[in-house]
C-alpha cells in the first residue's frame, strides 16, 4: 500500500449543551505539536482502535451495538472513549465516578496499560446505544491527502453532571461556544479551524436547539462527504456534494484549511 492510498477510521464528537441560551458546543485546541490539525480548533475525537472494534461485539458492556453495522459501531465507541479521554466527559450509563477514579482510567487508557472495556467492567458501567445520533462521514479522495481520515460524526447531549476540560496534553484549551461564535472566530484569526470544522459549524449554525439540531440530523442522509476541486470561474475550489445539510459547500481551495 503506498503513502496516497492510507486511509484511517476515525470518529468526532459533537457534545452540545443548551441552558437558558443558544445551544454551546464542546471544542478543544489541538497542541501545535500534533501531527494533525495542530493549534486548531475541533471537536473530540480520535482514530477507531483494535480495542473499540471488540467492545462493540460484547453484548454484555455495549448493549444493541451487535445490532449496528459494524464499522458504525466501532466509531461510536471510539467517539465515546475518545471524548472520555481528551475532555473527561462520560456517555455511559451507571454510578457515580469520582475524578481521581477518572483521572486514573484516562491516563491507562491514553497509555495503553488498560482499555476502555477494562473502565467498564471495574466501574459497573455499560454503553448507551441511544446515546449518539450519527450527522456526518467524511473521506477525502485519494488524489487529495496523502493521510485520509475515513471520520464519522456523531451528536451527543452533554449529560447532567459531567465537566468538560481540555487534557492539557493532546489539548492545550477548550470552550463551550456557538457555531456561530466558533466561525466568527475563525473569521477573525482568534482562532483556526479546518475546512470538514467550517463546514460542520455551518450546518451546525441552522439550528437554534438541541432538539432541532438532532432533529435535522435524522432528517438529513449520512452520505459520504469526499471533497473535490473543481475550477470555478478560473480559480479553484474545495467542493463537497449538495444535498447532505451543508448550506455552504465550496471554497476557494488558497483559503481551505486542511490539516
Given at each position: 500500500?503506498?503513502?496516497s492510498?492510507?486511509?484511517?477510521?476515525?470518529?468526532?464528537?459533537?457534545?452540545?449543551?443548551?441552558?437558558?441560551?443558544?445551544?454551546?458546543?464542546?471544542?478543544?485546541?489541538?497542541?501545535?505539536?500534533?501531527?494533525?490539525?495542530?493549534?486548531?480548533?475541533?471537536?473530540?475525537?480520535?482514530?477507531?482502535?483494535?480495542?473499540?472494534?471488540?467492545?462493540?461485539?460484547?453484548?454484555?458492556?455495549?448493549?444493541?451495538?451487535?445490532?449496528?453495522?459494524?464499522?458504525?459501531a466501532?466509531?461510536?465507541?471510539?467517539?465515546?472513549?475518545?471524548?472520555?479521554?481528551?475532555?473527561?466527559?462520560?456517555?455511559?450509563?451507571?454510578?457515580?465516578?469520582?475524578?481521581?477514579?477518572?483521572d486514573?482510567?484516562?491516563?491507562?487508557?491514553?497509555?495503553?496499560?488498560?482499555t476502555?472495556?477494562?473502565?467498564?467492567?471495574?466501574t459497573?458501567?455499560?454503553?448507551?446505544?441511544?446515546?449518539?445520533?450519527?450527522?456526518?462521514h467524511?473521506?477525502?479522495?485519494?488524489?487529495?491527502?496523502?493521510?485520509?481520515?475515513?471520520?464519522?460524526?456523531?451528536?451527543?447531549?452533554?449529560?447532567?453532571?459531567?465537566?468538560?476540560?481540555?487534557?492539557?496534553?493532546?489539548?492545550?484549551?477548550?470552550?463551550?461556544?456557538?457555531?456561530?461564535?466558533?466561525?466568527?472566530?475563525?473569521?477573525?484569526?482568534?482562532?483556526?479551524?479546518?475546512?470538514?470544522?467550517?463546514?460542520?459549524?455551518?450546518?451546525?449554525?441552522?439550528?437554534?436547539?438541541?432538539?432541532?439540531?438532532?432533529?435535522?440530523?435524522?432528517?438529513?442522509?449520512?452520505?459520504?462527504?469526499?471533497?473535490?476541486?473543481?475550477?470555478?470561474?478560473?480559480?479553484?475550489?474545495?467542493?463537497?456534494?449538495?444535498?447532505?445539510?451543508?448550506?455552504?459547500?465550496?471554497?476557494?481551495?488558497?483559503?481551505?484549511?486542511?490539516?
Open positions: 500500500m503506498t503513502d492510498q492510507i486511509e484511517i477510521a476515525a470518529a468526532t464528537l459533537v457534545l452540545l449543551r443548551e441552558d437558558s441560551g443558544p445551544v454551546e458546543i464542546f471544542m478543544v485546541e489541538r497542541a501545535k505539536t500534533m501531527g494533525f490539525a495542530g493549534g486548531m480548533m475541533v471537536f473530540p475525537g480520535g482514530k477507531v482502535d483494535a480495542a473499540d472494534i471488540a467492545l462493540a461485539k460484547n453484548a454484555e458492556l455495549a448493549p444493541g451495538y451487535a445490532e449496528l453495522d459494524p464499522v458504525d466501532a466509531a461510536r465507541i471510539a467517539a465515546i472513549r475518545e471524548t472520555f479521554e481528551e475532555a473527561g466527559v462520560l456517555l455511559t450509563i451507571g454510578g457515580p465516578v469520582s475524578e481521581e477514579t477518572r486514573h482510567w484516562r491516563a491507562r487508557i491514553v497509555e495503553h496499560e488498560e476502555f472495556s477494562d473502565f467498564l467492567m471495574t459497573g458501567h455499560r454503553l448507551d446505544v441511544e446515546a449518539l445520533v450519527p450527522f456526518a467524511w473521506c477525502p479522495p485519494r488524489d487529495l491527502e496523502k493521510k485520509r481520515f475515513d471520520t464519522r460524526f456523531y451528536l451527543a447531549r452533554m449529560p447532567a453532571g459531567e465537566t468538560a476540560l481540555h487534557d492539557g496534553n493532546e489539548s492545550t484549551r477548550s470552550h463551550w461556544i456557538t457555531a456561530a461564535d466558533a466561525l466568527a472566530r475563525a473569521d477573525s484569526g482568534e482562532n483556526a479551524i479546518i475546512f470538514p470544522t467550517r463546514r460542520n459549524l455551518e450546518r451546525l449554525a441552522k439550528s437554534d436547539s438541541i432538539e432541532a439540531t438532532i432533529a435535522e440530523a435524522h432528517a438529513t442522509p449520512v452520505g459520504l462527504v469526499q471533497p473535490v476541486v473543481e475550477t470555478r470561474n478560473g480559480e479553484p475550489y474545495l467542493c463537497i456534494p449538495e444535498g447532505l445539510g451543508y448550506p455552504v459547500t465550496a471554497e476557494p481551495l488558497a483559503a481551505a484549511m486542511r490539516g
